[in-house]
């Protein structure tokens, strides 16, 4: 199987001081209002007490597993949650962590049945049980309105789960959901205590954080609100899954999660030897990281491609003329040797080509405006004066989302702007946050372009970009709910209630061949986690979809002096 990580480095060039880098710093560790502030969240430990500091460009919004796949947030979770199931972040295989073997799942794939460990302990002391699990797994199986917690977009058809004896438990489905397996090795999937699993909405939000009570090898023990976390690691950690390398207590002794949402700051912060690892790198700063000696790692996602999801039922991409014009206005190869480098792959299907299920299109997607030209004048869309096509007196005007957690995505749809500008189509980016981004994507009056995309190393990834019973991309559904295209509906529930690898294989390709063919996305690069590293800090690895794993992670005290 092709590697699905690149570990990149270079011979230092010289020393990089950088001023704000050091002011950085210094704002992280400045004492706040409790008195044991400097010894929860940091303080003056570093390198000697065995601690590591990793800068996120956004913070977490919630600890909520289901809720995880937001990239700040399943970097917290991933941490501090064990799963039935472990998923190899270079094989894709699966093998037992909580669960002792992997599951006996009947025929068609609706029961599901694990025997689990049962020396298991929460950090706050209390134990694992059959009847904690099955807790966990009917709370993102069927989610709780009441409390304003969502169902688990990867746990499809669940029914219930039932506590069999002390160290067996059974999961029903009400069609088959062979993706059952995989899903509860995510990080989606992490595993809480009892007292957490009563949480509200609000009880895993910022400020609620040492709240969240997990079995993982790290444990929150400090939050000041919007700017950092600290985790320490549990001294009493033993049931690692049994095929990582390393067993026992994680060889870290901490972590201090530090917002820094300026790139200047994370790099300026790496180079000068001030933080041990950074997240969401800019393809440009690449060479420059790894000339100053520093480790660049890449890992994609495994998933569904970062693409441009048209609202095929709303004007103008209700005409399917349109929308073709528009992939073929799109030069995919600029963007990317413009703003990206060999970190991010030209896209080739709305699925990467380390998906499961993945099936080649690129065929499709060639770049060419005279053909564009041609579709939006058969069309009857006529170039007005200010350059922008016209039809029936209203203007080829569109607005695209910015979706701030991808990588450059304001730089990448203002080059799709000036490219599609050539063809006489508008495009505007919608103004706003992350939190006015989200509200207005799920309105095709305002955003008719949905920048997107999602990591998950199994078939069903795609139904979560595109169902109307999850992330809905394309807005299939009528005011009222109504499905719109029930023919693609019908097609991504096939892949989730498909029995068979080769089966499932099979119903994703459909999936993909149809959107194709209805011309219903555009995928532009195949999406990595990108982090810069010290290279001392040995052993770290991102799990399967890219978010950051410390558990075997250690500092080389000699190479870091």
Known sequence: ??????????????????????????ACTSSADSEDSEESLGGERGLEANEITYLEPQFFRTLYPPAAGFYPNGAVVNQITDRLLYQDPETLELSPWIATDLPEINEDATEFTFDIRTDVTYSDGTPLTAENVVRNID???????????????????????EVVDEDTVKFYFSVPSPGFEQAVSSFNAGLLADSTLDLDNEGFAPGNAEAVIGSGPFVIDGERLGTDLHLSAREDYDWAPPAHEHQGRARLDGINYVLAAEESMRTGAITSDQVQIVRQVSAPQEPHLEAAGLNVISRGTNGMNNQLAFRFNHWPFNEKAVREAVIHG??????????????????????????????????????????SKRLLDDAGWEVGSDGIRVKDGKQLSVTAKLAMPQPRSREVITMVQEQLSEIGVEVRLNSGDQATQDADSKDPNKIQL??????????????????????????NQDEDGNVLDQHLEDLLSKVVSTAGDERRAAATAEVQHYVTEQAYALPLFEEPVVYAVQPYLKGFNPEAIGRPSFYGAWIDHEEAQ
Not at 358 to 370: C, G, L, N
């Open 330 to 371: 799109v030069d995919r190869e600029q963007i990317i040797h413009v703003l990206f480098s060999e970190s991010y792959p030209l896209a080739t299907s709305t699925m990467a080509a380390t998906a499961l299920g993945y099936k080649d299109q690129s065929a499709a997607y060639t770049f060419d405006p005279e053909l």
């Open 1 to 26: 199987m092709k590697r699905i990580q690149r570990v990149r480095g270079g011979k230092a060039l010289g020393v990089i001081a950088v001023l704000m880098a050091t002011s950085l710093v210094a």
């Open 450 to 475: 949905d920048h997107t995309m999602v990591g998950r190393a199994d078939y069903d990834v795609i139904k979560s970009l595109y169902s109307v019973n999850n992330r809905d991309s394309f807005i």
């Open 139 to 161: 709370l993102y199986g069927q989610g709780d309105d009441e409390r304003l917690l969502n169902v688990s977009e990867q746990i499809s058809n669940y029914d219930r789960g």
